[in-house]
């Protein structure tokens, strides 16, 4: 069974432009989570998804957006960059809504440079 | 407000020592607890979980953790370190009622010395 795949796994981007992150999760999950780590900050919960509906919301910016599609693939979306977007973003997937299973599986990450 | 605190930022063993990486939460109920282990340039694996029942939970490469509830906490254990488990560490907390909530601490960085 193929796990949570990210896209791209690295990217730089410039100040002010926009960045659009795929997920695939596990097949048949039907949640997916979005969570930004950096040093020193940990994980930060940004979004989950379950059935494209956006079910959850952590506290970040109107410029980051997800959305997801009905075979439960989801896209984060990062608008007018800023240098501190700069992270890595992790996907990860459940079989149902993550408060129903507890575990999360994750991707390998999107690594995301701002310069 | 819930939150998760891992005290230690960083720790190093020797490889075969013992290893106890510290975890606390704050929740007003008794939460879902996790183990989360993240090698370098990879994504989280599950070490173990704890939902109810004996507070004593084992888990993969030989992994242990205590939930003590008194303590608010979830500590991890290893008798024997070994080489393949430098990495870092994040303790999780999933509340069980309200708005569902998943959170993280900071990570313990481990190091493990030959």
């Known amino acids: 069974k193929a796990g949570v795949t990210q896209t791209p796994r690295y990217l730089i981007k410039t100040r002010g432009q926009q960045v659009t992150l795929s997920c695939s999760p596990i097949?048949?999950?039907?949640?997916v989570s979005w969570y930004q780590q950096t040093p020193g900050q940990g994980l930060q919960f940004l979004f989950e998804?379950?059935?494209?509906?956006?079910?959850n919301k952590g506290n970040f910016p109107g410029r980051f957006s997800g959305r997801q599609f009905s075979n439960s693939r989801s896209e984060m979306n990062v608008s007018t960059l800023e240098l501190g977007d700069s992270a890595l973003y992790l996907c990860?997937?459940?079989?149902?809504?993550?408060?129903?299973?507890?575990?999360?599986?994750f991707g390998e990450g999107s690594r995301l440079t701002v310069l | 407000a819930q939150s998760v605190t891992q005290p230690d930022i960083h720790i190093t063993v020797s490889e075969g020592a013992s290893l106890e990486l510290r975890c606390n939460y704050s929740?007003?109920?008794?939460?879902?607890l996790f183990w989360y282990v993240q090698s370098p340039g990879q994504g989280l694996q599950l070490l173990l979980k704890y939902f109810s029942g004996d507070t004593l939970v084992q888990g993969i490469k030989g992994f242990e953790a205590e939930f003590k509830r008194s303590q608010s906490s979830f500590n991890l254990r290893k008798p024997s370190v070994h080489w393949s488990d430098a990495a870092e560490y994040f303790c999780?907390?999933?509340?069980?009622?309200?708005?569902?909530?998943?959170?993280f601490g900071t990570g313990t960085r481990l190091k493990v010395l030959a």
């Open positions: 999780a907390v999933a509340t069980t009622s309200g708005t569902y909530k998943y959170i």
């Open positions: 097949s048949g999950h039907r949640s």
């Open positions: 929740y007003g109920a008794t939460p879902y």
């Open positions: 990860a997937s459940s079989p149902n809504r993550a408060s129903n299973t507890g575990e999360l599986f």
């Open positions: 998804y379950f059935s494209e509906t956006q079910r």
